[in-house]
């Protein structure tokens, strides 16, 4: 299937009345050929592998390289018959030099499959590779969406934490050393080519990790429940990576939140909670699933500058501005809000105390678990607030996901509300 560039632009914020009467019956899912979910199914990596090709190349960072379950796994690969080598110089939000470095060191052993081992910085690692050693460099000539050309190298995605999802999704994320931000590169050729979800490979990741990973997997999944929804054109598929809120991806995205918000803290409180841990692997895996075709929004948009004022983690930045988000957005996405708050207990009657319900579950599940409650507390400069605005307005794809308009104004109050905690806005 080919993907072309879209030139025009379908998207429509439609009245709650609309968004309940138009047709809702329009999905789309894209995956991985193969998705493998379960207690020890990393241990089927060299049998897939051996299935692909014959020269696999790893990318994992320097603390998984130096474990048994890296041993355990090249070990596999090697008896399966492949030629490996491993990179380990993957760096928490893959810097871009790093991807450099590892292409340049691993062209000339021409590998036929490159595996991910490790949080999503090792899966986005191992797709940017392919595509590099695919389609060549630089990579800034593939940012934004549909750029890619063509297929890229298959890659194999085993992650160790659960939360961003990049096992199953088109989208990888690199810190541009030269721009000094975040930037993305969104395309149907970047979805793995298998998934190996293990949950025990998530036994050892700690609290901390635990609690920013799984809040970083329930912000993808409510950002795509509560997308715009699109008309459904028959061109919508073939020109937008990202299609907004439809059938398909709500249903992944309300198991998603269901098991995030069910099994979460018990994974944050015992990281030995196998049951927990399956659990909230699964709702990560759902989540990517959901926001890999549906996509996120005002959250994800805002976090982008403020991860590169504060060089703080992106699950934590999106976590803090969820609720207020989520606030922004009520009266857009009440009944999705009743929908919400049906999955996770609370009750669907009323729309407007559904809405409330689901705003203060999601505060009091984030609390619980370490997440900051506003953008000072994670160290962003009051005098930068303007030029957190101006940088979010940038990310057009995110912005015009939201169910309702953002508009410079509407962006700039929802970052101070954010900022000092505010529960409502003032725009024009």
């Given at each position: ?87 380990d110089g993957t760096q928490a ?139 459904p054109d028959a061109a919508l ?192």
């Open positions: 299937m080919g993907y072309g560039r879209t030139s025009s632009n379908s998207r429509t914020h439609q009245p709650l009345s609309a968004r309940l009467t138009m047709n809702n019956f329009f999905g789309i899912t894209r995956s991985p050929n193969s998705i493998i979910f379960g207690e020890g199914q990393r241990r089927a990596l060299g049998g897939v592998a051996a299935r692909i090709g014959q020269r696999a190349l790893v990318c994992t960072d320097r603390r998984l390289s130096e474990s048994d379950v890296m041993q355990e796994l090249v070990g596999d690969l090697r008896a399966k018959g492949l030629a490996v080598q491993v990179f939000e893959l810097p871009s030099d790093g991807i450099d470095e590892c292409v340049a060191a691993y062209r000339d052993f021409a590998p036929d499959v490159v595996i991910g081992i490790g949080g999503g910085s090792c899966l986005d690692m191992a797709k940017l590779v392919a595509l590099a050693l695919s389609h060549g460099m630089p990579l800034d000539r593939f940012y934004g969406e549909l750029k890619v050309p063509g297929p890229t190298l298959p890659v194999i995605a085993v992650p160790t934490t659960a939360g961003t999802g990049s096992e199953v999704t088109p989208v990888a994320v690199l810190a541009d050393s030269a721009r000094d931000l975040k930037v993305g590169i969104s395309s149907p050729y970047l979805i793995p080519h298998t998934a190996i979800c293990d949950p025990e490979l998530t036994i050892t990741c700690p609290p901390g990790l635990t609690a920013l990973s799984g809040a970083d997997a329930l912000t993808h999944a409510i950002e795509a429940y509560t997308a715009v929804r699109n008309a598929s073939q020109q937008r990576v990202f299609v907004g809120k439809n059938l398909l991806s709500d249903q992944h995205a309300l198991a998603a939140i269901k098991a995030i918000f069910n099994y979460l803290p018990r994974a944050v409180e015992n990281g030995a909670d196998r049951e927990a841990r399956s659990m909230v692997m699964f709702g990560s895996l759902a989540a990517g699933l959901a926001f890999g075709t549906a996509g996120t929004a005002a959250a994800h948009a805002i976090q982008y500058p403020v991860g590169a004022l504060t060089h703080t983690a992106h699950g934590l930045g999106v976590a803090t501005l969820l609720p207020y988000v989520m606030r922004f957005n009520a009266d857009a996405c009440a009944a999705d809000f009743a929908q919400i708050a049906g999955a996770i207990g609370g009750s669907t009657q009323d729309p407007a105390d559904a809405t409330e319900y689901v705003i203060r579950r999601t505060r009091e599940l984030f609390a619980s678990i370490g997440i900051p409650h506003t953008l000072a507390d994670l160290g962003v400069p009051a005098d930068r607030l303007a030029w957190i605005t101006e940088q979010s307005m940038l990310a057009a794809r995110l912005i015009n996901n939201s169910p309702k308009p953002l508009t410079a104004a509407a962006v700039g109050s929802l970052v101070e509300a954010a900022y000092t905690g505010r529960d409502s806005f003032n725009y024009a």
